[in-house]
């Protein structure tokens, strides 16, 4: 049972313009958030995180939204450029060390 | 410096066959990841590692699967009698601590085809 999802597989999106991902969970006890991103043959890099503390977390062009009560998670990319093409991975963390990853949504940021 | 590093890139083996996939996490890092994505679903947690000991193996999906890591560096993912269902990409994450805040380096990752 996934307890984290992505239910967009891939999203496209006009340079410039804003990327939204979007990212869903089930379990109430998550307190920390993270995302990844990937690009071919290469291993995920973290890109942003967020605790259950707040609700918004912004680093340049990335910012994480929160919203417990939904269970949702969103990254908003703006303005998004052809290089943020990549996978996205949203994952949560309950406790200690282990996190539980979405499916990824593929962006793709057209010139 | 140098990132996390894992071998072989691609491994292609025949099932009922046992493999070993490697990972050299960066140098200091006490914790140690290993994950598996397979076609179309997330990473999925196998084990973890802190220093040489393995305190949540419970993401193993059996018990053909096993893991090591010794001196508290190199790790070894060993699959025993594969089945078709093991064809994933293994990953492999480093970190400097075992919290959760702790940033993980992922290496490449071993696409494992079992035939």
């Known amino acids: 049972d996934q307890q984290v999802k992505q239910n967009s597989p891939s999203l496209s999106v006009q340079e410039g313009r804003i990327s939204i991902l979007n990212c869903d969970y089930t379990?109430?006890?998550?307190?920390?958030f993270l995302w990844y991103k990937k690009y071919p043959a290469e291993g995920p890099t973290f890109l942003i995180s967020?605790?259950?503390?707040?609700d918004k977390n912004e680093d340049g062009r990335f910012t994480v939204f929160l919203n417990k009560s939904a269970k949702h998670l969103s990254l908003h990319i703006v303005p998004s450029q052809p290089g943020d093409s990549a996978v996205y991975f949203c994952?949560?963390?309950?406790?200690?060390?282990?996190?539980?990853f979405g499916s990824g949504t593929k962006l793709n940021v057209k010139p | 410096g140098a990132g996390v590093s894992q071998s072989p890139s691609n491994k292609v083996t025949e099932k009922g066959k046992d493999v070993e996939l490697r990972c050299d996490p960066i140098?200091?890092?006490?914790?140690l990841y290993w994950y598996r994505q397979s076609l179309g679903q997330g990473l999925e947690f196998l084990i973890y590692?802190?220093?040489?000991?393995?305190?949540?193996k419970s993401g193993l999906p059996s018990d053909r699967f096993s893991a090591e890591r010794t001196g508290g560096s190199v790790s070894t993912l060993t699959i025993q009698r594969t089945q078709q269902e093991d064809s994933a990409v293994y990953l492999c994450?480093?970190?400097?601590?075992?919290?959760?805040?702790?940033?993980?380096?992922f290496g490449p990752g071993t696409r494992l085809t079992v035939t």
């Open positions: 994450a480093s970190s400097d601590s075992g919290t959760v805040y702790s940033e993980q380096y």
């Open positions: 379990n109430s006890m998550f307190d920390y």
């Open positions: 967020i605790s259950s503390i707040k």
């Open positions: 994952a949560a963390s309950a406790y200690f060390n282990k996190f539980y």
């Open positions: 140098s200091g890092h006490t914790a």
């Open positions: 590692f802190q220093g040489n000991s393995a305190p949540d």
